[in-house]
């Protein structure tokens, strides 16, 4: 019954996997790249915490629902770091046109950070523990290279009383109510950024786990994901700017995938934008600025794929707080 069980499990891994869902989808990746790239812990001034969730495929039962924390700090200690405060290290975005003369390069700095993640889809739920650590390397005065390296456990979930048989009676149905698979979890990047332009890869999943709950079933594991971003900001006038930006993902054995985005911003205190993903939805995103300490996002896509006849598209919802 246990064989079963772990059948049952990798036919759904499968239907996760040809959707690309072994890590989750972000529409304003943007608005938190550390989900995506460790190499971005500690990129910004002072401590930051950031918050997200999104509810994928909205009106189809047992859709992907994905929820995370992440937070981050440059780290100042021994050397020549050493009388220097946090505030110090890392970058603030120019908020005009007029501030881009003003930027300098962070000095070269340590940082560490966390990241949960929550990513339930059905009976599985994936919840990721990482810490991340990244250096910030001064290139000339106007630009960084990061690199960074996230490091914890992943616990893979299986509530069995949500599975449903053909029999009623069958052994299977009475197995506990939960059953959990605890395995390590390596992601590494690199991030290139100046005052206008960022380019990044990441590769997540570096250990292939094998994903099973009994013993002898081999088949199932995870996949590495790849990923490159890049964007650039070109600045309309004093006050607004347009930041075009692509994703490049691959996951073996699905095609290769892109998302596309545009973002106006004012002051970068609001900004509004959209979005394509190649085979599976357009995206439309705005947020804004309290006080330069707090930002809040939101983002719908509307789903292209044949999915749409059964849903009515995915909201996702960020938070962050600059300390």
Known sequence: ??????????????????FAQQRPHYSQYQQN??????????????????????SQWQ?????????????????????????????????????????MFDYTSSMSHHAIGLLFLSDKTGPLNRITANLTYAYHL???????????????????GLNAQSL?????????VGISNEINKYTPDLNAGVYFYTSTFYFGASMQQIIKNRIAFDGNFNTGKEVAHYFITTGYKFWINND?????????????????????NLKF?????????????KNDAFSGNFGFNV????????????????????????????LRVLF
């Open 33 to 54: 790249m550390s989900v995506l790239n460790p190499a971005v812990t500690g990129l910004y001034s002072g401590m930051d915490l950031r918050l997200g969730v999104r």
């Open 240 to 260: 607004f700017s347009l930041t075009p930006s692509v994703m490049l993902k691959y996951v073996n054995p699905l095609p290769k995938a892109f998302d596309v």
């Open 291 to 318: 006080a330069k300490v707090v930002a809040i996002g939101y983002a719908y896509d509307y789903t292209t794929s044949q999915l749409n006849t059964v849903s009515s598209g995915s909201h996702e919802l960020t």
């Open 138 to 156: 001064a290139i000339g005065d106007r630009s960084n290279l990061a690199l960074g390296v996230g490091l914890g456990v992943n616990r893979l």
């Open 59 to 99: 009106g189809l039962e047992n859709a992907p629902k994905t929820g995370y924390v992440t937070f981050s700090t440059p780290l100042s200690f021994g050397g020549d770091m050493a009388n220097y405060r946090v505030s110090d290290l890392g970058i603030t975005e120019p908020q005009t046109k007029d501030d």
């Open 1 to 18: 019954m246990r064989k079963l069980l772990a059948i049952l499990l990798y036919s759904s891994l499968l239907f996760s996997v040809s």
């Open 265 to 277: 911003t004012y002051r970068d205190n609001v900004w509004i934008g959209g979005g394509y993903r």
């Open 164 to 172: 449903v048989f053909d029999e009623a009676d069958d052994p299977v």
